[in-house]
């Protein structure tokens, strides 16, 4: 494997599940990022981490819960999703400097029915 | 205000075209400016990293920063249908915090 993978690629689920989207970097990195790409709206910025330590929240709900084991592994736990949550959620990794060139995954396309 | 503003098109032109995709940014502070490259069922990949203010020339593709007026483009030679892809413009807004325009899309018709 390369680059940044993904998993699940497609995701279906009803609004009172639990499951998880799971990112792995492969390109040595020390920072990983989950993004929302929502249909018509701009790549949004949800969590950062920065050596297994999130840095950033931007005002994520509590429905989306990240987890950082190690610098190679993320995960983002969905429950109690609302169908407005329906969207591409990408994956990126980075060295850990301001302004490092970030690389995505694949992303998981996640359906809120 | 957004921070990046893109027209999210849909852009289509002939192969062999000069293509210009746009951008305008709100905040004088900010120095770094991306392309990103999507194509359908993939993630962005960065196509164009440029600094402050100027141009940066990279095969068919030229990046161009016109700081005082708060611009940025990117400028494509000799399209082809492989160029074919959403083309997203981004910044840094703080360390790591990187803000999207909308992204354009672009078909390239043969």
Excluded at chain 1, 35 to 56: C, H, R
Excluded at chain 2, 4 to 26: F, H, K, M, R, W
Excluded at chain 2, 72 to 92: E, G, H, N
Aim: glycine share 6%; charged share 20%; proline share 6%.
């Amino acid at each position: 494997e390369t680059g940044v993978t993904q998993t699940p690629r497609h995701l279906v689920m009803g609004m009172t599940n639990k499951k998880s989207l799971k990112c792995e970097q492969h390109l040595g990195h020390n920072a990983m990022y989950w993004y929302k790409q929502s249909a018509k709206k701009p790549l949004e910025l949800m969590f950062v981490y920065n050596f297994k330590e999130q840095t950033e929240n931007n005002s994520v709900p509590s429905r989306f819960s990240p987890e950082c084991p190690n610098s190679s592994h993320l995960f983002l736990h969905l429950h109690t999703l609302q169908p407005e949550d329906s969207a591409l959620y990408l994956c990126a990794s980075s060295q850990a400097s301001s302004t490092d060139t970030q690389y995505f995954g694949p992303g998981t396309r996640l359906t809120v029915l | 205000q957004k921070e990046v503003e893109q027209d999210p098109g849909p852009l289509s032109v002939p192969e062999g075209a000069i293509v210009s995709l746009n951008c305008t940014y709100s905040n004088s502070a900010f120095q770094y400016f991306m392309w990103y490259r999507q194509y359908s069922r993939k993630g962005p990949e960065l196509l164009m990293y440029t600094y402050s203010s100027g141009n940066k020339e990279d095969g068919r593709f030229t990046a161009q920063v016109d700081k005082s007026s708060k611009y940025i483009s990117l400028f494509i030679r000799d399209s082809q249908p492989s160029d074919s892809a959403t083309y997203l413009c981004a910044t840094y807004q703080g360390a790591q915090k990187l803000v999207f325009g909308q992204g354009t899309r672009l078909t390239i018709n043969p």
